[in-house]
C-alpha cells in the first residue's frame, strides 16, 4: 500500500529518484503524471496516489502529454521476488502474447493457466491479456512521441494486426487516439532514436569500463559516453547505440534495423543488457547488513548483460578458467571468422555456424571445441531453450557456465558466483562473513559488488 503522505513529499521535491515508483492522479483534470512532472503542482485535495500507470489508467485516467508516463523507468515490487512472474512478463515483452495464446504461453512457463492468471491479479491487479495489450498501447505511445515512423508501421510494430483496432484500443486503454499525440508524420529512413530513461543512482563508469575490457571488435563498441553493438532477433538483424545522458537520468538510443516487426522486444532486450529497470535503492539497502563497513558498496552499479542466452554460454564456456583478456581474443577470432557480416560490423555466430564448424582456428582443447559444438547443437534441437540448467548435461559444461550465462544472458538478479575466482578473493578481504543467501534476492549484484571491490 502506497503511503500517501511519503508520496506527497516525494511529489513535492519532483526528486527523479522515486521517478516510476509511483504516479500521481488529478480528480480535477483525469490526467495522471510522473512524480517528475514539470506541470503546476496541483493542490493535495485534489490528488490520488497510485502505484503502477496500469492502475491509473483502470481508474479512468489518461496519461500526461507532458512527462510522458510510459517513459518512466520501472521497477515493480515482485522484481527478483516472484521468478515465474519475471519470466512471464520477459516473454510478454518478447511478443509471446502477439504471436500465441494464454496456454501456450503458461505451457512454456509450466504453470496452469488459471495460475498465471492469479499471479497477474495479485501482483499487478489484471489478467496477462491486458498487460499485454496496456503495454503494446504503451510502447506505441513512446514511438509516436519519439520517432517519424508511419502510424500504419507504429500500429504493427505495436503487436496490432490492423489500424482499426489499434485505434479502438489506443482510445480505451490510454483515453487519447493516435492523432492526438501525433504532430506530425514523415518517413522513416530505417534508424530509429528513442529516450531510455532510469532512476539514479546509475554507476555508468563501472558498467561502460565492464563493457569496454570485454568489447569484441566488428561487434561491440564503447566509447566514454556509449555502448553499442549488432544484433539479431527472430531473424531480424540491426546495430544499435546507446548514449548516456547523464543529466537527464536516460540513454539517448538509436537503433538501425531492417525490419521494424520486433521493435519493442529489441528495445526491452536493450534496456535489460544496461539494467534500466531495477530499484537500485532498494537493492543496496538490502545488502548492506553483507557488509560491516556499508561504505564499502559503490552505489548504482548495474549488471552488464549480454544480447542472448546463447552468446552468453558460448563467451562463458571460452572464459573456462583464463584470464579476462584471453578470453575476449578467443571470442574476437570466433565472430572473425563466423559471424555474418552485418553492414560494416558482424553478428554473432549463429548456433547453425558453431555445430557445424570444426573450430580449427580457435587455439583450445578439442574437448572444449566439442562442448561449444555440443551447446550450439542443443539450441538447433530444441529451438526455445531458455532454461540453462539443462546444460549441465552437456559435457565441458558445469555451474559456474550456467551461472555466468543466467547473470549475463538473461539477467537474473540472484545469481552468486561462488565458484569464480574474483569473487572468493573478495570475500576473502571482507572484515565479515556472510552467506549468499542473506542478500536473496539480488544475490547477482552482491557478485557484482564484490567483483568491484577488486
Given at each position: 500500500m502506497l503511503n500517501p503522505d511519503v508520496c506527497q513529499k516525494a511529489r513535492l521535491s519532483r526528486d527523479p529518484r522515486f521517478d516510476g515508483k509511483f504516479f500521481t492522479a488529478v480528480k480535477t483534470t483525469g490526467i495522471y503524471c510522473r512524480p517528475i512532472c514539470p506541470a503546476t503542482t496541483p493542490k493535495e485535495e485534489n490528488v490520488l496516489y497510485f502505484a503502477s500507470g496500469i492502475e491509473a489508467a483502470l481508474a479512468g485516467y489518461r496519461p500526461c502529454l507532458r512527462c510522458r508516463p510510459d517513459s518512466a523507468p520501472g521497477s515493480p515490487a515482485w522484481r527478483g521476488v516472484n521468478t515465474t512472474l519475471d519470466r512471464a512478463i520477459r516473454l510478454i515483452g518478447e511478443g509471446d502474447l502477439h504471436e500465441g495464446s494464454l496456454p501456450s504461453l503458461a505451457e512454456k512457463l509450466g504453470i496452469g493457466e488459471r495460475y498465471l492468471r492469479q499471479l497477474f491479479k495479485k501482483h499487478l491487479g489484471i489478467s496477462p491479456k491486458a498487460y499485454a495489450l496496456y503495454q503494446q498501447c504503451?510502447?506505441?505511445?513512446?514511438l509516436l512521441h519519439q520517432t517519424t515512423l508511419p502510424i500504419t508501421d507504429i500500429a504493427l510494430t505495436s503487436g496490432f494486426n490492423s489500424i482499426r483496432r489499434f485505434n479502438d484500443c489506443f482510445q480505451s486503454q490510454l483515453g487519447l487516439t493516435p492523432s492526438q499525440i501525433r504532430r506530425s508524420e514523415k518517413t522513416t529512413t530505417g534508424s530509429v532514436s528513442l529516450q531510455l530513461c532510469y532512476r539514479p543512482p546509475y554507476e555508468w563508469s563501472y558498467l561502460r569500463d565492464f563493457f569496454t575490457t570485454r568489447a569484441i571488435p566488428q561487434l561491440e563498441?564503447?566509447?566514454?559516453?556509449?555502448?553499442?553493438?549488432?544484433?539479431?532477433?527472430?531473424g531480424c538483424s540491426g546495430c544499435f547505440t546507446a548514449q548516456h545522458v547523464e543529466s537527464k537520468n536516460r540513454f539517448d538510443l538509436t537503433i538501425e534495423l531492417d525490419d521494424v516487426t520486433y521493435l519493442k522486444a529489441i528495445v526491452n532486450n536493450?534496456?535489460?543488457?544496461?539494467?534500466?529497470?531495477?530499484?537500485?535503492?532498494?537493492?543496496?539497502?538490502?545488502?548492506?547488513?553483507?557488509?560491516?563497513?556499508?561504505?564499502?558498496?559503490?552505489?548504482?552499479?548495474?549488471?552488464?548483460?549480454?544480447?542472448?542466452?546463447?552468446?552468453?554460454?558460448?563467451?562463458?564456456?571460452?572464459?573456462?578458467?583464463?584470464?579476462?583478456?584471453?578470453?575476449?581474443?578467443?571470442?574476437?577470432?570466433?565472430?572473425?571468422?563466423?559471424?555474418?557480416?552485418?553492414?560494416?560490423?558482424?553478428?554473432?555466430?549463429?548456433?547453425?555456424?558453431i555445430a557445424k564448424s570444426e573450430l580449427g582456428f580457435l587455439k583450445i582443447p578439442a574437448s572444449r571445441k566439442q562442448t561449444l559444438r555440443n551447446l550450439a547443437q542443443h539450441y538447433l534441437d530444441h529451438h526455445s531453450p531458455d532454461d540453462p540448467n539443462q546444460w549441465l548435461s552437456l559435457k565441458g559444461i558445469g555451474p559456474w557456465t550456467v551461472e555466468y550465462a543466467q547473470l549475463r544472458g538473461l539477467s537474473n538478479p540472484d545469481i552468486y558466483l561462488a565458484g569464480d575466482l574474483g569473487v572468493k578473493k573478495a570475500a576473502e578481504k571482507l572484515t565479515t562473513r556472510?552467506?549468499?543467501?542473506?542478500?536473496?534476492?539480488?544475490?547477482?549484484?552482491?557478485?557484482?559488488?564484490?567483483?568491484?571491490?577488486?
Open positions: 504503451l510502447f506505441a505511445k513512446q563498441w564503447c566509447d566514454e559516453q556509449r555502448y553499442g553493438r549488432t544484433f539479431e532477433w527472430h536493450i534496456r535489460r543488457i544496461l539494467d534500466l529497470d531495477v530499484d537500485i535503492d532498494a537493492v543496496e539497502q538490502d545488502l548492506q547488513h553483507c557488509f560491516v563497513d556499508a561504505s564499502l558498496i559503490k552505489s548504482g552499479l548495474r549488471l552488464p548483460g549480454i544480447w542472448s542466452l546463447f552468446e552468453a554460454g558460448i563467451r562463458a564456456i571460452l572464459g573456462q578458467q583464463i584470464s579476462v583478456v584471453a578470453a575476449r581474443n578467443l571470442v574476437t577470432t570466433l565472430v572473425a571468422e563466423l559471424g555474418q557480416p552485418c553492414g560494416a560490423q558482424r553478428l554473432f555466430p549463429s548456433p547453425r555456424s556472510f552467506t549468499p543467501e542473506q542478500a536473496a534476492p539480488w544475490r547477482s549484484y552482491l557478485t557484482l559488488q564484490l567483483w568491484s571491490q577488486l
